[in-house]
């Protein structure tokens, strides 16, 4: 059974305890884990994952292809990265939020998973998309 809980702590520790939170509840729901068991069990539609990811990071990297992001290896994943180094000097977090809100591109900043001051100018981006939506996405990425 699961339970609702709270915490009261000074803001320094909350911070902390909100980047915990985070994982531990993107991770194990209950429910979801048994009908993962099933699903895996049965053997069917996951087998063809592997290709069906790798098609979409070929064309997500196809189409940015000839532009100022570097992509840089990342494997397993539905997540690639995109060095922006060639592009501007903004922080991640500033770079992100502006290709969000100007660009219409959501990207994640790797700052968000590291402990150093300085992140590198990387940024994360799902591939896990409909192809007009790769194909839109990597339009407005090539336009910098």
């Keep these: ?11 320094d520790l909350t911070v902390e305890f909100r980047k915990v939170h985070q994982f531990v509840t993107f991770s194990t729901n209950t429910p979801t884990q048994h009908a993962l068991a099933e699903f895996i069990a ?48 903004e922080a991640d977090m500033d770079f992100a939020l502006r ?11 790797t700052s968000a998973f590291l402990y150093k001051q300085q992140a590198p100018p990387v940024l994360r981006f799902c591939f896990a998309k409909k192809d007009g939506t790769l194909e839109a996405a990597a339009e407005r990425l090539r336009a910098f």
């Design 1 to 11: 059974m699961r339970y609702v809980k709270y915490a009261v702590a000074p803001a």
């Design 99 to 109: 290709l969000t809100k100007d660009h219409g591109v959501a990207s994640i900043p």
């Design 42 to 89: 049965a053997k069917r539609g996951y087998p063809e994952l592997s290709a069906f990811y790798q098609r979409k990071r070929d064309l997500f990297l196809e189409l940015i292809a000839g532009s100022r992001w570097r992509p840089l290896p990342s494997r397993g994943t539905y997540f690639q990265l995109l060095d922006y180094s060639a592009i501007t000097s």
